[in-house]
């Protein structure tokens, strides 16, 4: 009985399987059965009672089964394992590995030594096999890399070695499997010796010789620009022309030069004799050689332009051909040439004209041009071209010139024609002409036609239906050469030899009041004529009259025929003016002025006011007369028991009589008489109601409001005159004032009721009182300046605060206390906050004045919780934003975005922020700031980064590099200058391409650095899955174009740096005329400056600019855009040559002193110096030869002011000056002393050295003068 089969196998993990020489492996079951070879665990047993079965990753049998090839190397592969006789089956795992090394052979080589040794051209590559490499697929099993290392043993010169060099060539053979393996192969290189060398051959074209280079192949142009052109030429070579003696491939010992001589042989054609020098360096020995290389220009060519054909251009008195030959077209590329062509008249040869004589008729030195005077015929041309070579080439071409002009023609465009008895009348053409003529045919080979508006024909017919004309004829010419001219026009005229009859009306007087130019009052002509009246007309041909329209009037008739035929007569009109005039003038008149009037008198005494028959004279008989009416009135007050008395002289004149030189009487037109008027006057002047003045009960009373709407608590108060009805003129009424103001105009008027009395009298002893009551009231708005205040919350999770606490010198034009508050309401006066403002709040803070005039401010409130107080549970994100030297910078706004917005929290005074968020969010900590970009900037910097650009003195730290790279470009040059120069000058309110201030992540460590623009610098920090307090998310704060780190960041007032001298402009003073125009030089003795920045301020009512006059500074050192407020701002830096720094162009708008109008301040860019001492020096006006007359004080300018304010004084001779400044109380707030100059001197104050705001005053002392004045300063 047969044995039952049986198979208790178990399969091995990870065998690890090498792939053979063929680059393969048969996977056997004993290669995965655990102890394969036991009868006690399977049964049968032995490579047939087993079937192996590799699979791929997704489980199918490879292709191969169970062989594996290079296709899986490096793949681990499921094995399946089966018993056939009990079907049992089992699996593991094989990893297939290549360990086989390629086999390098490299086997030495020699080659010369000016031949290249990389591998694959002289020197071969080393054979290589692999067990995979040969595989039928070897693509699929990665490629075998070659890497070699040189070893140069160098020879130099060793005798009898003949070699120059060796190289021991190291490769490396790598298979995909990381297989390696090495050889050494030897290249030896070979010594040359002079007798090796192959020497570049001549290009002369002489037997034996290589062709010479024509003129125009690229060769010959690479020569005449002086390129040895050796790829054309050749180079002494050895073996083999590609591999030059002296290569860059080269190691022999043999050296090369040349030199070059250029012999020119014409124009494009050269010869370059190349001698050649050779050095063996191993045995000294030399080689000497002239090569020649030709380069030529053997061809020219021309090539005629066509035949061509032209008509006659001399005119209508010329039958010849003038203009421009064409050129012909020369191609010659190398030389200069000139070109000549010959004029060739071709005369037939009689008696038949079958054959040409050519007679040579020009010579034209050049290709083409102009030619005059050419006959009718054929003509040859022949160009002739010779280049500066002696090439030459000739080519002809022809042209035929023809008569193409038409005959001129000439009418005699009027022409009389009489008709026979007949009424007709025929004109052959001929008539018509007026001397026609042609270029080329004679007058008798001419023909005429002529024509009305019919066919053309020899004559044209007339008959009486043309009379009178006219009759338009045309006329044309035709020459001998069938060329017919434009027609031209007569004018055929059929006479009428007949006039008219006629008879004019009588000649005739009229008055002045008539018009002449009616007919029917001044006749009519009439006429007869045989062939009828065509018209009858008139025309005034002399009109004399004066200006009263007195004279007499000629008039011509007219009559004309149908035939045009005319004949005239004249008419003589006289004007005259038979009623002589009488003048009647006013009577005296006395007027009862009363507040209703009287006698109908309304209360005034020109003509119109007064009653007729007293306003004006009464004239009859004015028919025609030119008159003019006058009065003149002479006043006389208290006559005759009046008020006051008129003579009034009337005057009338008679222009059409009057005679200046003759008597005034009436004979010669004058008319005169003196009228009286008397006025009684008893009423007092009455009141016209206005704005200020009113009638109460029959009482004048004024009220009159002023407003204090000034910078000082005072105004000017101006009192108007009431409007008045009275008989008096104006001239005779007087006003008075009295009470607490005796004068209309008052100035420096201060809060208050004030009760004044204007009187009106008119001069007739009546007098009106009005009763004012004038009320000065302070309407000025206080001014507001607030601070921002940083606040942390209390223990009990809220915080008070004052309004008063946010007030940074607020005041007010007038005295008195101001009241803080939050609103309109002045008793809101605190404000409490509570958690749920922690973070940025906004309010506003208002001020009110004594006199309840309110303005406000808005201010920022950051709330914090520092201490915590207000948890919420949410972990807290905090950082620090400090300087590069560690000063924390306030006010900076950080956003924190991500999740969930948190919005922006503001650093504090020390530069900390905080804010506490949602757990397990994402978050974006991204500090901003772009304000005030001229924070901690100045000239100085641009000082500083000029020595950087130069290389004088660098930037020694990266953030000082990102600070000076002022437009964002990561680069630092002059153009971070221009732009840093626009903002200093105020010409750019910002920086175009950056913001005020960057920020960089504390954390972060620059590669490089001197270049911080190697990579991306962080600007924000990301928190990703926040569960824990953050508290160093901190950045590094930049201030843009702050190079020496001078920027404010704090809240706090900064200090000030002293300044360690004075950089002294000096300017020649003078008095100036209003309407000249003035050049002021600018020059200072300290010229080891090294910049400087300031604001000078002038006068814009007294001085209007005109331009800059460059100096050691230029255009682009200055600002002009508050030129219009009188203020330019100038910065500069760099070397001084001369002592003249700038000069500014004005026309003067009045006379003023020019001390008085010119300052120096920081009123827009801070004024200050810098010496190579780097020190910091105020800047000063000093003005020579400024007169002082006296001892004066001027006013501080800019008034109020915030910032700097400059103090001006006069000194009548040198000495010691003492500037105090004290506060209302009398404290001392600041002294400056010094000795200053005769004459203009000036001190400027920064509102740093002051503490305290308001008003304030100035007191300046010398030995024998004391002066004060009061100033404003707003914080």
């Not at 306003?615 to 006058?630: M, Q, R, S």
């Not at 005039?853 to 919420?872: A, F, I, L, S, W």
């Not at 991500?898 to 900390?912: C, Y």
């Amino acid at each position: 009985m047969a044995a039952q089969p049986y198979c208790a196998m178990a399969c091995n993990n990870n065998i690890q399987v090498s792939l053979n020489g063929d680059c393969e492996a048969e996977i056997t079951f004993d290669m995965m059965l655990e102890d394969p070879w036991n009868p006690n665990i399977c049964s049968p047993n032995g490579a047939q009672a087993f079937g192996v079965t590799v699979m791929d990753e997704s489980g199918e049998p490879i292709p191969t089964s169970p062989i594996v090839t290079c296709d899986w190397i490096g793949y681990t592969l499921p094995v399946k394992v089966k018993h056939w006789a009990t079907g049992n089956i089992c699996w593991g795992t094989i990893i297939i590995e290549d360990k086989l090394p390629p086999v390098l052979n490299c086997p030495p080589v020699t080659i010369w030594c000016n031949e290249p040794t990389d591998p694959g051209n002289v020197v071969p590559y080393p054979t290589v096999t692999d067990n995979c490499d040969n595989y039928p697929f070897p693509q699929n099993c990665g490629a075998i890399t070659l890497t070699y290392e040189d070893e140069w043993i160098d020879y130099d010169c060793v005798p009898n070695n003949g070699y120059s060099a060796k190289i021991n060539r190291t490769w490396t053979a790598t298979d995909a499997s990381g297989n390696f393996s090495k050889c050494v192969q030897e290249i030896w290189l070979k010594r040359a010796t002079l007798s090796d060398i192959q020497l570049p051959p001549d290009f002369t074209g002489l037997p034996g010789d290589q062709p010479a280079f024509e003129c125009t192949s690229a060769c010959a142009q690479l020569l005449d620009g002086g390129d040895p052109a050796f790829n054309c030429t050749g180079y002494p070579y050895m073996h083999n022309p590609s591999y030059w003696i002296d290569g860059p491939n080269s190691f022999c010992e043999i050296n090369v030069t040349y030199e070059d001589t250029r012999i020119d042989i014409c124009d494009g054609s050269f010869k370059i004799l190349r001698d050649w020098r050779l050095v063996d360096w191993c045995t000294g020995e030399i080689l000497n050689h002239t090569q020649i290389i030709k380069v030529l220009d053997t061809t020219t060519d021309i090539v005629c332009p066509a035949p061509w054909t032209v008509g006659t251009n001399g005119g209508p008195t010329s039958c010849t051909w003038s203009g421009n030959l064409p050129a012909a077209t020369v191609n010659e590329n190398c030389s200069s040439y000139e070109v000549v062509v010959k004029v060739y008249e071709l005369i037939p040869t009689p008696p038949y004209g079958l054959g040409f004589t050519e007679v040579l008729i020009e010579t034209i030195n050049g290709n083409g041009g102009p030619i005059f005077g050419l006959s009718l015929g054929k003509h040859r041309l022949v160009y002739t071209v010779t280049d500066d070579c002696g090439n030459h080439d000739e080519c002809e071409t022809y042209i035929t010139v023809e008569d193409d002009d038409a005959p001129t023609p000439v009418c005699d465009e009027h022409t009389q024609v009489t008709l026979d008895p007949d009424c007709t009348a025929i004109i052959y053409a001929e008539t018509f002409d007026d001397g026609s003529h042609d270029n080329c045919c004679a007058a008798d080979e001419l023909t005429f036609e002529a024509r009305r508006f019919g066919a053309w024909g020899a004559y044209v017919e007339f008959d009486g239906d043309d009379c009178p004309g006219p009759v338009m004829v045309f006329m044309r010419v035709t020459d001998c050469h069938g060329n017919t001219s434009e027609e031209c026009m007569v004018e055929v005229l059929v006479d009428d030899k007949t006039d008219p009859i006629i008879t004019c009306p009588p000649d005739k007087e009229i008055m002045c009041w008539t018009d002449y130019n009616d007919l029917s009052l001044t006749g009519e002509a009439t006429a007869v004529d045989a062939c009828g009246i065509d018209a009858i007309t008139w025309q005034n041909i002399q009109v004399n009259l004066n200006p009263c329209g007195v004279g007499f009037i000629r008039r011509r008739f007219r009559a004309t025929d149908v035939k045009g035929n005319s004949s005239s007569c004249i008419q003589r009109i006289d004007v005259v003016d038979n009623t002589p005039i009488s003048v009647s003038f006013p009577p005296n008149y006395t007027a009862q002025c009363t507040t209703t009037g009287g006698n109908g008198y309304q209360g005034g005494t020109d003509p119109e006011d007064l009653p007729a028959p007293f306003n004006k004279p009464n004239i009859n008989g004015d028919d025609c007369e030119l008159l003019a009416i006058n009065h003149f009135d002479q006043y006389f007050p208290i006559s005759d028991n009046a008020c006051f008395k008129i003579l009034r002289e009337w005057v009338v004149i008679d222009w059409c009589v009057f005679d200046e030189d003759g008597p005034h009487d009436p004979s010669n037109g004058y008319y005169s008489d003196v009228q009286e008027i008397k006025v009684l006057d008893t009423a007092a002047p009455v009141v016209i109601e206005d704005d200020v003045y009113s009638v109460v009960n029959g009482d004048c009373k004024g009220n009159l409001p002023v407003c204090i709407d000034g910078p000082g608590c005072t105004t000017s108060v101006t009192i108007p005159t009431p409007n008045v009805d009275d008989c008096a003129p104006e001239d005779y009424l007087t006003y008075t004032v009295f009470g607490d103001f005796n004068s209309f105009s008052n100035a420096n008027v201060g809060p208050g009721t004030y009760n004044v009395t204007v009187r009106v009298d008119d001069g007739c002893n009546n007098k009106t009182d009005c009763d004012v009551v004038i009320l000065v009231t302070d309407c000025k708005k206080p001014t507001p300046y607030c601070q921002d205040v940083f606040i942390e919350i209390m223990q009990t999770g809220m915080v008070e605060v004052w309004a008063s606490d946010f007030n940074l010198g607020s005041f007010d034009n007038c005295p008195g206390d101001l009241e803080f508050s939050f609103s309109a309401n002045v008793n809101n006066k605190s404000r409490t906050f509570t958690c749920d403002d922690v973070g940025s709040n906004i309010v506003e803070m208002w001020v009110t004045d004594a006199a309840g005039n309110q303005d406000y401010c808005e201010v920022e409130v950051v709330v914090q919780d520092n201490m915590g107080v207000c948890n919420t549970g949410d972990p807290l994100i905090a950082g620090t934003i400090e300087t590069e030297d560690n000063e924390g910078v306030s006010g900076i706004d950080v956003e924190i975005n991500g999740t969930t917005d948190m919005g922006v929290v503001v650093s504090d005074d020390n530069g900390m922020f905080n804010l506490n968020v949602p757990a397990g969010g994402d978050y974006t900590v991204t500090p901003k700031f772009d304000e005030d970009p001229l924070n901690g900037v100045t000239t100085y910097d641009l000082v500083l980064m000029r020595k950087h650009i130069l290389g004088t003195q660098l930037l020694d730290s990266p953030y000082k590099l990102i600070a000076a790279d002022v437009n964002n470009s990561e680069n630092i040059t002059t153009f971070d200058m221009v732009e840093l120069r626009k903002v200093i000058l105020q010409i750019e309110s910002d920086f175009p391409n950056n913001t005020s201030w960057r920020f960089v992540e504390s954390a972060y460590q620059f590669p490089d650095e001197t270049n911080p623009w190697a990579e991306t610098f962080p600007e924000v920090i990301n928190i990703n899955n926040l569960q824990n307090a953050v508290e160093d998310a901190d950045f590094v704060a930049i201030k843009i174009g702050d190079l020496n780190g001078n920027a404010n960041t704090s809240n706090l007032t900064s200090t000030e740096d002293r300044s360690a001298g004075q950089f002294v402009f000096n300017i020649a003073d003078q008095k100036l005329t209003a309407g000249e125009t003035y050049t002021v030089e600018f020059t200072a003795e300290q010229l080891n400056t090294l910049g400087y920045q300031f604001t000078l301020n002038f006068d814009k009512d007294a001085l209007e600019f005109v331009g800059i006059e460059n100096g050691v500074a230029q255009a682009e050192n200055f600002g002009l855009t508050f030129v219009d407020e009188g203020a330019i701002t100038t910065s500069w830096n760099g070397e001084a040559s001369n002592n003249k720094f700038f000069g500014i162009t004005f026309v003067a708008k009045q006379d003023a002193q020019l001390s008085d109008l010119l300052s120096i301040n920081s009123r827009y860019t801070k004024a200050e110096a810098y010496n190579t001492n780097n020190d910091l020096l105020d800047v000063q006006l000093h003005f020579n030869g400024a007169e002082a007359t006296a001892f004066e004080l001027y006013q501080n300018t800019p008034n109020p002011f915030k910032g700097e304010t400059i103090i001006g004084f006069n000194l009548p001779e040198a000495g010691a000056a003492t500037l105090t400044i004290n506060d209302l109380s009398g404290k001392t707030l600041f002294v400056v002393e010094g000795e200053y100059s005769k004459g203009y001197n000036q001190v400027t104050i920064s509102s740093k050295d002051l503490p305290a705001t308001g008003v304030l005053y100035y007191t300046l002392s010398t030995a024998n003068e004391t002066a004060t004045n009061k100033m404003i300063l707003m914080k």
